[in-house]
């Protein structure tokens, strides 16, 4: 009971409530002791009377605030059932987390709904880490008993359990999914693919619809799971237990049959299934009485392919699944088997002999249809040693064909476990431990429950009176570890009802007496239970119906029970008669004659006779009851000997609705499975354990004496009695205190009166403060009051005198003012009328001057224009003397071109292509001389109107003179009317000209604003052109950056495969020793051990290896038109052009070319391994020519599109354009088509006079025609190597596979291949390529051996990384393709393309082994390193929750190792060792930001992770640690030049979770700058953390559902495009592009080789 003090005002309690089980309430005052009642409010806010009849009857308290939605309900203040029952509501309703620690226990709550919380980067995330730590999962309890087992070495076992449709099945297999992926190697082998296997098999023949569940099992089944020494899955063994064989024959309403009889009748259309004679499930009596025939959501006819499949996987023939198909379908057609009846009383029955479900049963059984027909009515009986055949009744022979039903397929269902259980033995070893996972009905309990229920029950009790023992033993483990003086838990025994099933004249021992007896019936039976239970001794589990004599109640554990009687003796017996099992055997049917055969008697003959002692001894062995109870002891024993781990699962409601939490349900079903007893042992002892430094650090302010974490444990021990009165409510141990219910509450309330006291002195003190300082505000404001109103007294009285003055000094100013305006007036009008006066004068005087310059003017323009009329008249004279004078000299060219025509004949005789020339100038003069006569034409026409023009101006000046003679007498005055009207005129013109301007401005305006507007639409098409032209380009790069990324998952996909070659490739080396030692063993003749596997290739040989087999494409007979995957890669990062090509390759395997290499024989088994890797190779090939057609049908495709976009752009811009600017480049293109008219003519008359020149100049010198040229001889190649073919050997050795680690890491980058690439180019210069392919091929096959070799070494796999680039690269640039284009390159004769491959693959070998490495000495220490470690001392202690950060209650205590803590500087350790190695060996920039771009991805993945699944890291100032984490690696990266290659910005989705624990998390707008920040998280990934933050202090506040509702909302808008993912994918891996750089040009005179190499014997050439 807690402490009667915590029941005060405010407290919150449970009362009980018929809907909802449980409802909150709050005290409203205190309860003082002796009260009958407490007055609560209720959550609804109504108020209550709960009355109280002692403190016993007080209602349980609620926990804190703080505890809510723990995720371990042992950490619980308070444990009870309705502090459960919350707490599973709030993490299943809230937080949709459907697991709980319940101490040792964990609690599986069916969501009925898909969570993505199971793939393998979740697997990957569990993997290795304790389960404290973690968020409870299945996977955490599976890694739990596999970290057990290899540590311990002893075995364990998984108890999962649970009603139907509660997820065991589920549960069970992603357990058996989680051995298979951390037992086995990275890629499933034979063993795990057939444990995974086995899970469809099963599901099909035990697993059936029920009203509860659509996938039910129907049997229970225990899986052993074996391991080896190594931790990995050598084999497994099933054992199951009471099969429900009435489902066969009998189906309740809304159920189903088992699951096969389904899928079969669904594929019945398929061509080997036609044969089984099937119809529809509606049509057989077997599959129909349940009414249900198909489940919504699952597809028959695949899961039929899916069983298939598994059995093909577990070495099941298809004609051996045939057999078993048939067995099932011969059943249905049993069903169908009309028995009629007959007789006067319809005593006798009969089946009629044209039955045709009769004919198909024999048919498909290979049995006698007559025979079956007369013994499935008849019986024999044995009478004074006669045999008589008595016939049976109607439903007689009905329960005859439905028991024969029933034994056919258990005998069916136990074959298929015994062959299930042959091909998972173990094949590779011994088992040195196992793990076994229980998967069990639960408690059940039915409106009618018979014989199966009460055999489930009483697992049940068994399993359960285990388990009780297991926490009860843990729970005194932990006291005897501690130390503690402690007194014996007593917990409830269900002893009494276990020896009321099992004991001494027990239910089974009376039932199995009872089927013994002749005439014994289920009535007898229940009156021997009365009798034995009732009468003579009252048992106390044992009751009698009060309405019923035919059933009885047990009182169970979990609940009461009342079992009906009817059919449990025929269940027990399992009666099927002999008659029918001898049929059986003599099948012709091998399957079901192997079925009979192997049962040496049958079970239970009733045939009337009377049976010996003996035989009724083997009778009563044999019954159900006893075959249950042998399995169930057995199972007991396996269990009590492998320490157990339990998972209880819980069915949430019955309508099996997503995420709906029925309590009642739930709350019968934790009664039943034994969680609440673990609550109740562990609430019996000390529930609540503190470390002394957990214990300081939350409640150092009730702790009195000096503050430090050195005298944690001295100070508990000292205040704890002054906290606690009662000393048993407490006790000390070793290294914790521990308490017992309600203290840690009781501790709580202390603390929080303690701090609310310190917080009253607190507000006092600053009260005070606060009042002082608003007194001292009031007296300074009061003086400053003062003040202001004296200085305005003030102000004012000199503002009076002030405006005094100035009506003074404005009366004068305004007198003097009016005078000076009256004198200012009449100088005004002076000056106006002198100015009059002025302007009439001006304006005379100007109008005689205009007059007088119009004069002039007119008389300049008359002068001009003669004098440039005699100007013309003189050009024209000139013009024609210059005609005559060239007409002249060119009549003597003429002359002289003629002569020169006629001697032309001489060089006709020399040069007959003369006379073209000849006439082509012939043709030029004669054009010459149409252009002269043109001219002339021309030229007389010009002279005509020449003449004409000068005659009409002789006519003109003739006239003008006359004119001039006629007025020479003087000019009469100009009289006063005249010069009006000129005034007048000369007004009228200048109104003319200005309202002409005033025109010429406006169309001034109007032309501005056109062109302004011309302007304006200018620029408005540009923006347009340029919106359309970045559109098109953002569709352009958008398209290309999706066929960048669909090449990075092509180049992705191709390097896997390359990896899962190299896995094949090391099985297969493993494959070949273990023969090797195999035929040692067996005296064949062995190697010299001398001889390593590696060097034999290596030796030359008239046939050497092929180069071919050194690649996994070498299987590929790709056409030498197409590209392979890895040139398509290489292309499109290196090269520009896409036209190499490799030749075909070789279908020779490698596995026969090194076996006869290396003479070893080839026994049957490693024949069939070579074949199925032969088989994988295939499979290899077919991938990678997939994955070539698939690029190049991506590449044309873009190509298209890109056309097509092309197109576009160009329509939108012509369609753009405006009618005007169309005009405008119309214009300009006419007038530019004429310029090149113009320029092409000019051109051709250039070229016919050089054309001319040149003819003459071949005419002058003849001789130069007839000296062809000479092609230039080729420079010899010199700077190079030469090795002797007896030392190829002796170089390989030296140069790769004999060098020591120290020799070869102080050699200069690159030695080993350059001087390889010497030697091999000395080959192909003196001919002999087989020499050079052999030595190229030696040279690849020994760094593979090398990269093998050291395997585990960072340095030397670089070095070998970087010596494959450089022999690549360089025998790529010495390829015939690549040397065509340069001049100064002398390209190979001998073709290595497909050994530049294979150096290619080897370069992604190398740099996957490369990241292997680090990958692997990273993986242990970043999670530690980033999360755990606190860089910054004391920021994460500071304060502890209550609750967390403890380990949880039961689980096994680790061993403490004496290592160091990884920190930070472990982990840029190993970085800074992959730089080191990588800068060493002076690979590319672009290479090291790949690499670390990978790293950096696995670091903040495997962090993230982490992270998203431990509760205890989500706290502010945990955040703060991670990012301080964090950036101390961002600042390494950066410090040698990483961030380019995108290393930091893969760390962003870590900085953003860690943002978000450290952001604001109460109100909308910061619920909106969430999802605005945390850009590179999903929706999944930001709830996940809201939901786990924890608040580690008193100052910070739980994340409020409301809020959590919020940013769901705000995310739902989002559209990120992102996956919906929960955890991120650890195994992705980066495809890798190794830059092609070509090399400077190599002499051997450059190279600086040591003497520690050995190679002196090679000499230069």
Not at 67 to 94: K, M, Q, W, Y
Not at 672 to 684: F, K, M, Q, Y
Request: aromatic letters at 6%; one cysteine or more.
């Amino acid at each position: 009971m807690a402490t009667l003090e915590l029941y005060s005002k405010g407290a919150s309690v449970w009362v009980p409530d018929p809907d909802a089980v449980w409802v909150s309430a709050q005290l409203l005052q205190d309860y003082n002791p002796g009260e009958k009642q407490l007055l609560l409010q209720l959550s609804d806010g109504n108020r209550v009377h709960y009355p109280v009849g002692s403190p016993s009857d007080l209602p349980p308290l609620g926990n804190p605030d703080i505890l809510e939605g723990e995720n371990d309900l042992t950490a619980l203040s308070f444990l009870h059932e309705p502090a459960v029952l919350h707490n599973l509501r709030v993490r299943f309703l809230d937080y949709s987390s459907i697991y709980t620690y319940c101490g040792i226990v964990l609690v599986a709550i069916n969501p009925y709904d898909q969570l993505p919380i199971y793939g393998e980067e979740v697997i990957d995330a569990y993997s290795g880490q304790d389960m404290a730590d973690m968020e409870p999962h299945i996977f955490s309890v599976a890694e739990e008993a596999y970290r057990t087992m290899t540590r311990e070495e002893k075995n364990q076992s998984i108890i999962i359990s649970g009603e139907s449709g509660s997820g065991k099945t589920v549960s069970a297999k992603f357990t058996m999914r989680y051995f298979a992926a951390v037992g086995g190697a990275a890629q499933q082998t034979s063993v795990e693919e057939r444990v995974l296997a086995s899970n469809p098999i099963m599901e099909s023949i035990g697993n059936a619809k029920t009203t509860r569940n659509d996938n039910s099992s129907r049997f229970g089944k225990y899986i052993e799971i074996g391991f080896g020494r190594k931790g990995d899955i050598i084999g497994a063994n099933m054992r199951t237990y009471l099969l429900e064989k009435s489902r066969v024959v009998f189906q309740a309403s809304a159920e189903r049959n088992y699951h096969i009889f389904y899928q079969l009748c669904a594929s019945r259309e398929l061509p080997e299934m036609r044969s089984l004679k099937l119809d529809a499930p509606e049509h057989f009596r077997y599959t129909n009485q349940g009414g249900e025939m198909r489940i919504p959501g699952t597809d028959d006819v695949s899961d039929l392919e899916r069983t298939r499949n598994a059995f093909t996987i577990l070495g099941v023939q298809p004609d051996q699944q045939m057999e078993l198909f048939r067995i099932l379908s011969a059943l249905l057609h049993l069903g169908n088997v009309n028995i009629q009846a007959s007789g006067r009383s319809s005593d006798r029955g009969y089946i009629d002999a044209d039955d045709r479900s009769l004919a198909v049963f024999s048919k498909l059984l290979g049995v006698e249809g007559p025979q079956i027909a007369h013994w499935l009515c008849h019986r024999r009986l044995a009478v004074g040693g006669e045999m008589l055949s008595k016939p049976m009744s109607g439903q007689q022979a009905v329960e005859a064909r439905d028991a024969l039903a029933k034994h056919i397929y258990g005998q069916l269902f136990t074959w298929t476990v015994q062959r299930l259980n042959s091909a998972l033995r173990t094949q590779r070893g011994q088992v040195k431990s196992f793990i076994g996972v229980l998967d069990i009905y639960g408690f059940e309990t039915f409106e009618r429950n018979s014989f199966e229920q009460f055999c489930i029950n009483y697992a049940n009790e068994k399993l359960q009176q285990q388990f009780n023992r297991h926490v009860f033993h843990l729970e005194q483990e932990e006291y005897v570890r501690e130390e503690l003086a402690w007194s014996r838990i007593e917990f409830s025994d269900n002893q009494q009802c276990i020896s009321l099933i099992e004991g001494q004249l027990g239910l089974f021992d009376l039932l199995d007496e009872e089927c013994r007896m002749p005439k014994g019936s289920d009535e007898s039976w229940v009156q021997k239970l009365y009798n034995q239970h009732l009468t003579s001794k009252r048992h106390p589990h044992f009751q009698k119906p009060r309405m019923s004599n035919s059933a009885f109640v047990i009182l169970h554990f979990a609940d009461t029970v009342q079992y009906e009687c009817d059919g449990f003796l025929d269940k027990n017996r399992d009666t099927v008669f002999e008659e029918l099992i001898n049929i059986l055997k003599a099948s012709q049917s091998e399957l079901v004659a192997e079925l009979f055969q192997q049962q040496e008697s049958v079970s239970a003959v009733a045939n009337g006779s009377v049976r010996s002692g003996k035989r009724a001894t083997r009778e009563h062995k044999l019954t159900v009851g006893f075959q249950f109870r042998q399995s169930l002891q057995m199972l007991m024993d396996t269990l009590n000997s492998t320490t157990p781990h339990y998972v209880r699962c819980i069915k949430p409601n019955n309508l099996k609705e997503p995420f709906m939490f029925d309590p009642k349900r739930t709350v019968q079903q934790l009664r039943a499975c034994g969680v609440l007893e673990t609550i109740r042992i562990s609430a019996a002892g000390y529930p609540s354990r503190w470390t002394y430094e957990e214990f300081f650090s939350r409640y150092r302010l009730l702790l009195r004496g000096p503050q430090g974490q050195e005298q944690a444990q001295a100070l508990c021990r000292r205040t704890l009695p002054e906290l606690i009165s009662d000393p048993d409510q407490y006790c000390f141990g070793k290294t914790k205190v521990f308490f017992r219910a309600g203290q840690v509450a009781l501790l709580e309330r202390l603390r929080a009166e303690r701090l609310r006291a310190a917080a009253v002195i607190i507000q006092s003190r600053v009260r005070g403060w606060l009042s002082r300082i608003r007194y001292t505000r009031i007296l300074w404001a009061t003086v400053t009051i003062q003040r202001y109103c004296r200085g305005a007294l003030a102000r004012r009285l000199a503002l009076t005198l002030r405006y005094t003055k100035a009506a003074l000094v404005i009366q004068k100013t305004y007198r003097m003012v009016v005078v000076r305006q009256l004198f200012l007036m009449i100088r005004q009008a002076t000056v106006t009328i002198q100015a009059f006066t002025r302007g009439t004068l001006a304006r005379r005087r100007y109008r005689q001057l205009v007059a007088e310059r119009a004069a002039v003017l007119l008389q300049a323009r008359v002068r001009g224009w003669l004098a440039r009329q005699a100007y013309r008249r003189v050009r024209a004279a000139v013009v024609f003397m210059q005609c005559c004078v060239r007409r002249r000299a060119a009549r003597r060219e003429l002359l002289k071109l003629k002569t020169e025509a006629r001697s032309v004949e001489r060089y006709r005789e020399l040069n007959k292509g003369m006379e073209v020339k000849l006439m082509q100038l012939q043709l030029r003069a004669d054009q010459e001389a149409r252009e002269r006569a043109a001219l002339r034409d021309t030229l007389h026409a010009e002279r005509e109107s020449a003449s004409a023009e000068l005659e009409a101006l002789r006519a003109t000046i003739q006239r003008l003179e006359s004119h001039k003679h006629e007025k020479v007498q003087p000019c009469p005055t100009i009289s006063e009317q005249e010069v009006e009207k000129r005034r007048r005129a000369e007004d009228k013109a200048a109104q003319e000209i200005l309202q002409l301007t005033q025109e010429l401005q406006a169309l001034q305006k109007e032309k501005d604003s056109y062109y302004k507007e011309r302007e304006d639409l200018s620029a408005r098409l540009l923006e347009q052109e340029k919106a359309q032209e970045e559109c098109v380009h953002q569709a352009v790069s958008q398209a290309s950056a999706a066929l960048r990324e669909e090449l990075d998952e092509e180049r992705r996909k191709y390097q896997g495969l390359l990896r899962e070659f190299t896995r094949l490739e090391q099985r297969y080396d493993n494959l070949r020793e273990m023969s090797l030692l195999t035929e040692r063993t067996k005296g064949h003749r062995r190697t010299d051990s001398t001889q390593s596997l590696s060097f034999e290739p290596l030796s030359p040989s008239p046939t050497p290896l092929s180069p071919q087999s050194l690649t996994p494409l070498s299987l590929s007979p790709f056409p030498s038109a197409f590209p392979s995957p890895e040139e398509v890669r290489r292309v499109s990062v290196t090269s520009p052009s896409l036209e190499r090509r490799v030749p075909a390759w070789s279908s020779e395997t490698p596995m026969d070319q090194l076996m006869q290499k290396m003479d070893v024989a080839k026994d049957p088994v490693v024949k069939m391994r070579g074949e199925d890797l032969a088989h994988a190779y295939d499979a290899v090939r077919v991938a990678n020519k997939f994955l070539e057609s698939q690029l190049r049908n991506q590449r044309s495709q873009w190509e298209k599109e890109l056309e097509a976009l092309r197109c576009e752009l160009s329509q939108a811009i012509s369609g753009s354009s405006s009618a005007a600017q169309r005009q405008e480049l119309q214009e300009l293109l006419q007038a530019r088509e004429q310029e090149c008219v113009k320029l092409r003519r000019e051109l051709k008359e250039l070229r016919n006079t050089v054309s001319l020149r040149r003819l003459l100049t071949q005419a002058l010198t003849p001789e130069t025609l007839s000296c062809p040229p000479r092609p230039k001889p080729a420079a010899a190649v010199t700077g190079l190597l030469e090795c002797r073919k007896r030392d190829e050997t002796k170089l390989i050795k030296n140069l790769i596979t004999d060098i020591r680690v120290d020799s070869a890491l102080s050699l200069p980058p690159g030695i080993p291949a350059s001087v390889l690439f010497l030697c091999v180019r000395q080959a192909d210069c003196s001919g002999d390529q087989t020499r050079a392919r052999s030595l190229c091929s030696a040279a690849v096959t020994a760094m593979k051996a090398a990269l093998k070799k050291h395997s585990n070494d960072v340095d030397m796999t670089a070095l070998w990384l970087k010596n494959a680039c450089v022999l690549h690269d360089l025998l790529t640039q010495h390829c015939p393709k690549q040397a065509l284009d340069s001049d100064e390159l002398v390209p190979l004769t001998t073709d290595l393309s497909d050994l530049i491959r294979a150096l290619s693959d080897l370069c992604i070998q190398a740099y996957q082994q490369l990241f292997s490495i680090t990958e692997t000495r990273l993986q242990n220490i970043i999670v530690p390193a980033l999360l755990e470690s606190e860089t910054i001392p004391g920021l994460s202690g500071s304060a502890v929750k209550l609750g967390t950060s403890r380990k949880r209650a039961g689980s096994d205590p680790r061993t403490v190792t004496g290592d160091a803590t990884p920190t930070m500087a472990s982990v840029l350790r190993e970085l800074g060792t992959l730089h080191t190695a990588l800068s060493h060996q002076a690979l590319p920039p672009a290479l090291m930001d790949q690499a670390f771009h990978q790293l950096t991805y696995l670091i903040s993945a495997s962090a993230l992770n982490s992270l998203l699944l431990r509760k205890d890291m989500c706290c502010w100032s945990r955040g703060m640690q991670i990012r301080y984490n964090v950036s101390l690696l961002e600042e390494w990266l950066r410090s040698r030049g990483l961030q380019a290659g995108g290393a930091v910005a893969t760390l962003e989705p870590l900085i953003q979770a860690v943002q978000l624990l450290q952001a604001g998390k109460k109100t909308e707008a910061d619920a909106q700058a969430l999802v605005q920040t945390c850009t590179a998280l999903s929706s999944q990934q930001i709830v996940k953390i809201l939901t786990l933050y924890t608040p580690h202090s008193d100052l910070d506040e739980r994340v409020t559902l409301n809020f959590i509702r919020s940013v769901q909302g705000l995310l739902k808008s989002r559209s990120d495009g992102q996956p919906p993912q929960l955890l991120m994918d650890v195994r992705r891996v980066f495809p890798v592009t190794f830059p092609y750089l070509p090399p400077a040009a190599l002499y051997a005179e450059q190279l600086v080789i040591p003497d520690s190499l050995k190679i002196s014997f090679l000499r230069r050439a």
